[in-house]
Structures are given as structure tokens and as C-alpha cells.
């Protein structure tokens, strides 16, 4: 979502008379595009405004800016406890970031942090370099007030795009030579821009051009529809692969984090994915040691994940947000429990990763390639339609941006590798 986000931040500014440099020490203006989700997210940003501190010294006229969800949370605090910070902006606010740097150009402080119900940025271009993948943000904010989660708070009230002007983009991105799509949203599946819904996006998007293959994140588990099961099993170009945030396999954890649905309903979902489009790979959120959870409540999430065996997870530390409805519960679970049970859960996805990659052996995927493999430059990397990343040696007749077969002769948890299939086998 912050990489989408620079892209429009460097959309508004080189409109603007603004130019990008890759060079730290060249540049006039820094903006830090932060994240507040998890306590760690923003040490790191205060980690990245220390060493800030040596160019603001040696060259005092560098604007600093920080923008996203800690502008937004922190506000006027961030200035008054980071001397360094000239500019705060947060993710509504973004079109008048030319003049928030001019007020910090004229000696005083720039801060933009009003929330807006109809901002989405519709109209304005974002600035991306050549490539082959890209982010569309089709909508902005949330809704459903998970009550672990800052970002209703940071990111303000859910508003979509309009239809025809992401249509229009991906049009644009597909003449540039673009592959890879993936659609943006906190809540995906309650996308509507009035007259279509998230199912009619992924349709139009994919009709745009059937080389390019289409993502989408982030699904909830509760506005998942089955016309969007079905748009996905009826276009080979929109891929395979739903990210659907399971947070905890225990109805009553699920219940205090305010997720709206019961595990039975998940898991259900689950099958009826699986029945409709065959092959499906889903992977999930989950969030070890919310307030009150007990082993029992820890077990069902180890359960969860045994039914369903995701191909991939992100799995978290319960973070309190101040301003959440979790942050007033107390923080029973000790911090080294926590620990223990996210090293638990993640030991176990990386042993399902592993077996289902280990069932791929054999198999022949069709695999965009998409770079080299970040171990050798004599091998290509490029992910399957189940977002599976898949090594296998390079070779002279084929170029990054094409669909190949590989064969998969072996498997980590993480990575599949190969072998190219050359008769005929271009796709
Ligand atoms: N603590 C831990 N994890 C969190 N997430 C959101 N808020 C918190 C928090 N306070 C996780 C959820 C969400 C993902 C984007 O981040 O799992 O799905
Ligand atoms: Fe946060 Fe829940 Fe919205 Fe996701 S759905 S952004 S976890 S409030």
C-alpha cells in the first residue's frame, strides 16, 4: 500500500516541478513514507530519523518530511519531538504536499494531517518507472474497525476509484509493457464505485489485456462474494491466489477483535473457494497473543491452519495501538509467550509451505519471469500463478517478461526450482 502511496507522493510532486533522485545526499526534500500498523513499523522510522540527523546537519536546508499513517497518528508530536522533521503529511493530504514543503522551505513547519471522506486521487498519474509489475490503489480507508487496527484511524473512512479510470490505467500500464497487476485495497471486496463492484473490477481489469495477470489484495473474509469466486475461476488471466486474513482460528478472540465472521463461516468459505476454483492457494494473516488468549484459543489457531494449509502467512506479534478498542483491554499475555507462540506458528507454516511445495515436484508451472534469482544472475526468478517463486537457469532465448513452463525438479519452503521446458513450451 506505501509503495503504491510513494508513487502517487511522487505522482503530485513531479507535476510539480519536482525531480527523483536515488542519491540520499542529493536530495533537497526527504519524505519518509511510514507505517503504523505495528509497534516495530515505527521504530524503525525513528531508527531512519537518526541517521537522518547527519545530513540535516551537514547540509541544515534538507527538508524532512514524514508522510502516512504516523503523520496521521503522531501529528504535531512527531515535530515537537523530532527537531529534524519539517513536514508532516498524512495519506489524505497528499495533493498539497508542494505547498506543505514550501512552508518548510520558508523556515516554518508544513502539517497536513485532515482525513478526507472523498479523496482517492483519482485523477492524478503516479510515477512509476518501467517495469513489469505493478500496484493500482482501486480504494482507500477502511471500514470495518478491527479492533486491534490504527488504520480506520490513520487512513480514514473506505472510498473507491472509479472504475473507468482504473481501467484506464491498467490500459496504460499494459502499452508500457506491464505483466503484473495487483489491485489495492484495505478491504478489497467492498469496492464499489457506485455503479460496479469488486467482482465487475477484477472482470474489466482483466479483459484489459490477457497477458497480464491480475492480484488483488487484501480480502475479508466476511465480504468475500461468490460472484468474485466465479469472476476468478472464469478468467485465466486473474490469478489463483487469495490472501484472506484468517487473524485467529477462536470464535470468542475473533469476536473481541471485531472480525465479524465465526471460524465455521471462514472455513466454509474455504471449501466453497476450493470447489469453484480449482488449484486456489490462499495465504493469511494471523496475530499471535491478543488480549486474553488462551493456549485453547492458541490451539484453534494452530487447528485453522492445519485445516486449511496455506501456502504462505504473515504472522504477527499482538502490538497495542493506542486509539484502538484492543489498546483498552489489558495486554494479558506475556510478552514471552507471545514470542513463543508465533515462533510455534511460524515453525508450522514453514513446514506446510514446505510440503505443499514438495507435492509441486514433478509438476510443470507456467512462471513469468520476472528478474534474476537474488543467489545467481545464471538463473531466472519468476513466480507461478499461485504466487509461488520459482528459480531455474537462465537461458538466451528467453527475455523478463515472458511466460515460460519450468519443471520443478525441487522444493524449500520457499522457493521452487526448476528446469525450462523449450518445445514449444512458450507461451
Ligand atoms: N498487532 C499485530 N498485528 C496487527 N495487524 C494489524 N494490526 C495489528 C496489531 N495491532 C496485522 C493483521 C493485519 C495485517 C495487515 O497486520 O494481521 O491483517
Ligand atoms: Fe485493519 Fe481490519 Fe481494516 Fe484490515 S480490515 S485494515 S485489519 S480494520
Known amino acids: 500500500m506505501n509503495f503504491a502511496d510513494t508513487e502517487l507522493v511522487l505522482g503530485v510532486l513531479t507535476n510539480n516541478g519536482f525531480g527523483v533522485t536515488k542519491e540520499l545526499t542529493d536530495a533537497n526534500v526527504i519524505l519518509l513514507n511510514t507505517c503504523s500498523i505495528r509497534e516495530n513499523a515505527e521504530q524503525r522510522i525513528y531508527g531512519r530519523l537518526e541517521n537522518l540527523k547527519k545530513i540535516k546537519k551537514e547540509k541544515p536546508e534538507t527538508i524532512i518530511g514524514i508522510i502516512g499513517c504516523m503523520a496521521e497518528r503522531l501529528r504535531k508530536s512527531l515535530i515537537e519531538e523530532k527537531k529534524i522533521v519539517d513536514v508532516v503529511v498524512g495519506p489524505d493530504e497528499y495533493r498539497r504536499l508542494p505547498e506543505f514543503i514550501d512552508t518548510a522551505l520558508g523556515g516554518e513547519k508544513g502539517i497536513g494531517v485532515k482525513l478526507s471522506r472523498t479523496e482517492t486521487y483519482d485523477d492524478i498519474q503516479p510515477y512509476r518507472e518501467e517495469g513489469l509489475s505493478a500496484w493500482i490503489s482501486v480504494m482507500r480507508g477502511c471500514d470495518k474497525f478491527c479492533t486491534f487496527c490504527v488504520v480506520p484511524f490513520t487512513r480514514g473512512r473506505e472510498r473507491s476509484r472509479s472504475l473507468s479510470t482504473i481501467i484506464s490505467e491498467i490500459e496504460n500500464l499494459s502499452q508500457r509493457g506491464f505483466k503484473e497487476i495487483t489491485l489495492l485495497g484495505q478491504n478489497v471486496n467492498s469496492y464499489n464505485d457506485d455503479h460496479y463492484d469488486f467482482a465487475d473490477l477484477l472482470a474489466s481489469s482483466a479483459k484489459v489485456d490477457s497477458n497480464i495477470r491480475i492480484r488483488f489484495t487484501t480480502s475479508h473474509p466476511q465480504d ?26 477462536s470464535n470468542r478472540i475473533l469476536e473481541l477483535m471485531n472480525r465479524t465472521y465465526t471460524i465455521e463461516h471462514y472455513l466454509n468459505l474455504i471449501d466453497k473457494a476450493r470447489r469453484i476454483i480449482p488449484n486456489v492457494s490462499f495465504s493469511t494473516d494471523i496475530i499471535a497473543g491478543f488480549p486474553t488468549e488462551t493456549i485453547d484459543d492458541y490451539l484453534m489457531t494452530i487447528d485453522v491452519m492445519q485445516k486449511v494449509r496455506y501456502d504462505g502467512a504473515y504472522m504477527f506479534k499482538y502490538s497495542p495501538r493506542e486509539g484502538t478498542k484492543a489498546f483498552n483491554m489489558i495486554d494479558d499475555v506475556s510478552e514471552e509467550t507471545k514470542g513463543k507462540r508465533l515462533n510455534n506458528i511460524i515453525e508450522l507454516q514453514q513446514k506446510i509451505s514446505f510440503e505443499i511445495n514438495q507435492s509441486q515436484i514433478g509438476t510443470e ?13 545464471q538463473h531466472f526468478s519468476g513466480r507461478t500463478d ?10 538466451d532465448e528467453i527475455k523478463l517478461g515472458d511466460y515460460v513452463k519450468v519443471k520443478i525438479n525441487s522444493a524449500t519452503s520457499g522457493t521452487l526450482l526448476g528446469e525450462l521446458k523449450i518445445n514449444g513450451t512458450l507461451i
Open 365 to 377: 508451472e507456467v512462471v513469468l519471469v520476472e528478474g534474476f534469482s537474488k543467489k545467481s544472475d
Open 224 to 249: 468475500l462474494s461468490e460472484k468474485l469466486l466465479y469472476t476468478i475461476a472464469e478468467n485465466s488471466n486473474i490469478c489463483n491466489y487469495i490472501h484472506l486474513p484468517v487473524q485467529s482460528g
Open 386 to 395: 499461485s504466487n509461488k517463486v520459482v528459480v531455474f537457469p537462465k537461458n
